[in-house]
């Protein structure tokens, strides 16, 4: 089974401030992950797939990045709606589809 | 894309309930459809996958050989059978897909989930 480990766990920054995401994969998982945004009360939206594409109708200040086991999110200047937990995923070599245990970007 | 979960509720140890997900808004019968579950307070967790036909299923280790998952592509639905819940199966349980072949094994499509609840 593919670990992915999420960092930091919380990120806490104001409006307006660049937020930078990790998600580290136990072992190679090529391009083939997706990072979802999910608010409380809410399921889950994908926002990146295959490591570097914006999902449909996803704001450009959102950017991913990586390949193999080291990834990243990036979210050039947090709007309000942005607050949320993060979660990256991969689908190489499953079952299982593993998630990270997420990052909860919150309002500093 | 609506994808819309019931059957949710407080089942006991030694139990069993089913689950479904009632899916409208694309061709049900073209796409493998997923079951994904949250713990309160926690992140997500895969639960089972099922192949459009029905003929390929997986499911993680932590439900393998209790949860069953079917679906029945005349009624553009899907099911997951409960048996014999523990604890940690407490969770809210979403069924989740994609139509989008770039999305393949990702999910951009996701019900409004149903929470079970296991209790003694």
């Known amino acids: 089974e593919i670990v992915l480990t999420q960092s930091p766990a919380t990120l806490s920054l104001s409006p307006g401030e660049r937020a930078t995401l990790s998600c580290r994969a136990s072992q190679s998982v090529s391009s083939n992950l997706a990072w979802y945004q999910q608010k409380p009360g809410q399921a889950p939206r994908i926002i990146i797939y295959e490591a570097s594409n914006r999902a449909t109708g996803v704001p450009a200040r959102f950017s991913g990045s990586g390949s193999g086991t080291d990834f990243t999110l990036t979210i050039s200047s947090l709007e309000p709606e942005d607050f949320a937990v993060y979660y990256c995923?991969?689908?190489?070599?499953?079952?299982?589809?593993?998630f990270g245990g997420g990052t909860k970007v919150e309002i500093k | 894309v609506q994808l819309v979960e019931s059957g949710g509720g407080v089942v006991q140890h030694g139990g069993s309930l089913r689950l479904s997900c009632a899916a409208s808004?694309?061709?049900?019968?073209?796409?493998?459809m997923h079951w994904v579950r949250q713990a309160p307070g926690r992140g997500l967790e895969w639960v089972a996958f099922?192949?459009?036909?029905?003929?390929?299923?997986y499911y993680a280790d932590s439900v393998k050989g209790r949860f069953t998952i079917s679906r029945d592509n005349s009624k553009n639905t899907l099911y997951l059978q409960m048996d014999t819940p523990r604890d940690e199966d407490t969770a809210v349980y979403y069924c989740?897909?994609?139509?989008?072949?770039?999305?393949?094994?990702?999910?951009?499509?996701w019900g409004q989930g149903t929470l079970v609840t296991v209790s003694s």
């Open positions: 099922i192949r459009y036909d029905g003929d390929h299923k």
């Open positions: 808004g694309f061709s049900f019968s073209r796409y493998g």
């Open positions: 989740a897909n994609q139509d989008d072949p770039n999305y393949t094994y990702y999910f951009d499509n």
């Open positions: 995923q991969h689908r190489y070599n499953w079952p299982p589809l593993t």
